[in-house]
């Protein structure tokens, strides 16, 4: 497991970084395809693997138009356009209005973040890699922190593997790094200890918040599309809560001075 995941990483991270410096298109369209792989991820575990349907075609082309109209209407008005199409769907169908609201949570869930990562990006590039540092830095910290100290359970229900040795560990990891990231290139000693505190918390509850619906679906991973991984969502997991969190700093203007 341990090798796979080094081959994915070793694979995966050069991409992220190619994408990542060059921007503009070629990151939108990647960031628009995790979207959509992210999304079918989360309705095929709600769905207990229901096969592809025309509710889900409407979903991917949605996301296609979310991500090209962004910049011309709110994305909260867009997010409601989508229920009102969903909940018509489902009253001509007599459907449950409970598959509406979890596909409306599933695109809250799975695509929005993705479109605030494009833009943090369209603000500065290295707010944009502070989010993967902080959510690897405290996966990989807090993984082998609980692997060799870890004893208590941290949420034993929910991820049986998870520590408070571990939890713990990938927090203070995380603080560490983000200060050499933070000091070296955004010439900052103060508030970094805040961003990455709450940055590294709330990355660890997106991989909690992960496991949880994984457990309430009743799967092991999302899918099998990155080796040593498991799905998008995953990897990805910690990393779509980390990104809303360095978003609030950004567009408010709380710069890192």
């Known amino acids: 497991m341990l090798k796979q995941r080094i081959i ?145 359970k941290l949420c034993p229900d929910v991820s049986p593997n998870k520590t408070v040795a571990g939890f713990i560990g990938g927090t203070l990891g995380c603080i560490i790094v983000a200060y050499f990231y933070i000091l070296l290139y955004l010439h900052s000693k103060h508030i970094f200890l805040l961003i990455a505190l709450i940055g590294s918390i709330i990355s660890q509850l997106g991989d909690l918040s992960a496991s949880y619906i994984k457990r309430n679906c009743r799967i092991k991973d999302f899918s099998n599309i990155i080796p040593g991984h498991g799905g998008i969502l995953d990897r990805f997991d910690s990393i779509l809560y980390v990104s809303v969190i360095i978003y609030i700093f950004v567009e408010r203007n709380i710069t890192f001075m």
């Open 8 to 152: 994915s990483a070793v694979i995966g991270i050069p991409l992220l970084i190619i994408v990542g410096i060059y921007g503009g298109i070629p990151l939108k369209i990647a960031m628009l395809l995790l979207a959509i792989i992210a999304y079918w991820e989360f309705n095929r575990a709600n769905n207990n693997g229901v096969g592809l349907s025309y509710v889900d075609l409407i979903g991917y082309l949605y996301i296609i138009a979310f991500f090209v109209l962004d910049k011309i209407i709110a994305s909260s008005i867009l997010i409601y356009v989508y229920f009102i199409i969903l909940m018509a769907i489902a009253i001509l169908n007599k459907q449950s209005a409970n598959s509406v609201f979890t596909r409306v949570a599933g695109f809250i869930y799975t695509v929005i973040p993705f479109l605030i990562l494009l833009k943090i990006r369209d603000v500065d590039i290295k707010y944009f890699w502070l989010v993967f540092i902080i959510a690897f830095a405290t996966d990989t910290f807090a993984y082998f922190t609980g692997r060799f100290f870890g004893r208590r």
